[in-house]
């Protein structure tokens, strides 16, 4: 069998499947990045919602010029920045910060990654707010609620289960992103998939590999948000109507 794959077969499979240790380590290390980036890039973007949200102009300015900075321009830029940008000025290299983060490519991948994703759930949450029904808000307030409380037990929730669906999304997108950390030395899924064609001159093997995989993880993703949705958002499906059938001995009227 091996021999029929090694001689007949498109792609070499066998060599896949020799190296194939190293697929799921680089997977690993991208769903690594991409979750931590995604949970601390979630509690960094709920206080800058919330201030995005209200009408304080001195507050608003400047997190509307984060989120513009980090959405207008590319995340590999953003991740260069930080790796090779940071090492330029002396300051930087003589802090505390330099040896155990700032010198290390996956510090600095997960930094630009948090950064760019709060930037995003930032601008999606703002809207999940902006647009809680008022009802909600007028009876929290007649049941005494102070404002705090009515956006921590009532607007919050809301918006975090509206905002389910865009933000699935938004987790596609962020382990799309994360490619980029092959590009600084980091062996990702997409860097054991360049390091395999490089190794053994081939042209898509690594690739293709790395592309299944990818499609399986966005696959569980999306079948996991898919139940959230269904779990969370159930009130606001239209409910099917009941159809009951007629008693015997009982005409039915068509009105």
Request: charged content about 15%; overall charge positive.
């Amino acid at each position: 069998m091996i021999e029929w794959l090694q001689t007949n077969s498109p792609i070499d499979i066998v060599l896949i499947a020799q190296n194939f240790d190293r697929f799921l380590l680089g997977a690993w290390v991208t769903l690594q990045l991409t979750a931590l980036a995604l949970i601390i890039g979630g509690l960094i973007s709920i206080p800058l919602a919330i201030v995005r949200a209200g009408n304080n102009p001195f507050l608003n300015a400047p997190v509307w010029a984060f989120t513009y900075t980090f959405r207008g321009t590319p995340l590999l830029v953003q991740t260069y920045l930080i790796y090779y940008g940071l090492g330029q000025f002396e300051a930087v290299r003589e802090s505390f910060l330099w040896g155990p983060i700032l010198s290390n490519a996956w510090w600095c991948a997960l930094i630009a990654f948090s950064l760019n994703t709060a930037a995003y759930t930032t601008e999606l949450l703002r809207g999940a707010i902006e647009t809680t029904n008022r009802g909600e808000v007028e009876a929290a307030k007649a049941c005494g609620f102070s404002k705090w409380m009515r956006l921590r037990r009532v607007v919050l929730p809301s918006a975090f289960r509206r905002a389910l669906p865009a933000y699935s999304n938004e987790v596609i997108f962020m382990l799309h992103g994360s490619v980029v950390a092959s590009t600084i030395t980091i062996q990702d899924l997409l860097g054991v998939g360049r390091w395999l064609n490089g190794r053994y001159y081939l042209a898509y093997e690594g690739f293709l590999t790395a592309a299944l995989l990818y499609l399986i993880i966005v696959l569980v993703i999306s079948r996991g948000f898919r139940y959230w949705e269904k779990h969370w958002l159930a009130h606001l499906y239209p409910q099917d109507a009941v159809k009951t059938k007629p008693k015997k001995g009982l005409a039915s009227f068509r009105v």
